[in-house]
């Protein structure tokens, strides 16, 4: 498995920095808002006119892409830590490019475009790991656009659930257990294919022991599943 425990040393910095300073933080910058919506609940939505940033504080949060013909991509899985926002204003309120949607209840701060601007300013050592955060989930999409090109649906299947127990999964003793339950869709979203294929290939890997999964919760098996991605 690569490592993604990089992700959650930025994810726990940027909120230590926060919880530090808060009180210096809403002094200088009046517009953050400690926010909490439930489950299904959006932040934003595709199109709306938004220049504030999302700091999410607990929870996860899914970032979609609606296309031109009604089908929902499901870029990334965000999480506590984890800054979103447009760093671009070229205009007064710039429109989302994506929606993004609560998955479980997420608490988060709302920051307004130019208060965000002094927070970069004011603290460097804040400002490079939002740089850092952002960064990694730009490389995170990324890898996940070269999978989906150049890999069969198994081994998308395999890349996803592997990355998944990385951010989201706790020790158990098949491997990994997955702190928050996906939908065969969610997950097919996820990897770019069908639902049904996704499903028949979790059925087959569940049948060959390398995860188990109920409508509650998935566990894998990371050690079967490396060598499942080795094999040709």
């Not at 920095?17 to 808060?22: A, G, K, M, P, R």
């Not at 460097?124 to 740089?131: A, D």
């Not at 890898?143 to 996803?160: C, E, H, N, W």
Request: glycine fraction near 6%.
């Amino acid at each position: 498995m690569s490592s993604s425990k990089h992700d959650h040393t930025t994810a726990g910095s940027l909120n230590s920095l926060l919880e530090w300073n808060l009180e210096q933080w809403q002094q200088a910058c009046p517009s953050i808002q400690e926010i909490e919506i439930p489950d299904k609940h959006f932040l934003y939505r595709q199109g709306e006119s938004c220049a504030g940033f999302f700091w999410i504080k607990a929870g996860i949060v899914k970032l979609t892409y609606l296309t031109a013909q009604g089908n929902e991509l499901t870029l990334t899985l965000l999480q506590s830590g984890d800054v979103i926002g447009q760093l671009q204003h070229g205009c007064a309120n710039p429109a989302m490019e994506e929606s993004a949607q609560a998955l479980g209840k997420v608490l988060f701060y709302r920051i307004e475009y130019e208060d965000f601007k002094k927070l970069i300013y004011r603290w460097p050592e804040w400002s490079w790991s939002v740089f850092k955060a952002m960064s990694n989930r730009q490389q995170q999409i990324e890898r996940k656009l070269r999978t989906i090109l150049t890999q069969p649906v198994d081994k998308r299947v395999i890349a996803t659930l592997l990355e998944l127990a990385q951010l989201f999964g706790t020790r158990c003793s098949h491997g990994y257990s997955l702190e928050i339950f996906l939908t065969q869709q969610e997950l097919a979203d996820l990897v770019g294919a069908s639902r049904s294929v996704v499903s028949t290939i979790m059925n087959e890997f569940r049948n060959r022991g390398i995860l188990n999964y109920t409508r509650e919760q998935i566990c894998i098996n990371d050690a079967a599943l490396i060598n499942a991605q080795l094999l040709d």
